[in-house]
Every structure is written in C-alpha cells, then in structure tokens.
C-alpha cells in the first residue's frame, strides 16, 4: 500500500488510527451510518510489542468505549 492510499483509509476508511477522541467519533460515525448494534475491531497490524497492543486495549476500554457510548447518546 501507498503512504497515499494508507492515509486515505486513515481519513475516509477502514482505518481507525489516532488519539482515543479521533477514533471514537470515527466509529460512532460508522455506528451511525451503518445503523449497527454491534462494532469489531483488530487492535493492531503487523509488527507491533505486546505492550503496544496491550495498550491499545487499555485505551480502547478505558477511553474510546465510553466516548462513544456518549457521543451516540447525545
């Protein structure tokens, strides 16, 4: 993949890449759209430290999990 098309799926796709606020309104968006009750994801790609994807989960449960459950709310 092109470091083009990486970042068009980053903006526009199936990407969800960034601080917990970018990526939770992202997904309350695709949330939305979709009209879906239920939203998966892989927490990491390629070579990536245990501690990393560690991490991604932390935040995804302690940070992003609850601002969408705010944002689709309000």
Known sequence: MSRAGFDAEIANGSYYIGSPET?????????????????DMIYTAGAQSISAR????????AKVAPMVRDILAG
């Open 54 to 61: 560690t991490r991604c989960v932390e935040l995804f449960g």
């Open 23 to 39: 990526v939770a309104r992202k997904i309350a968006a695709t949330v939305r759209a979709l009209d879906v009750a239920r939203f």
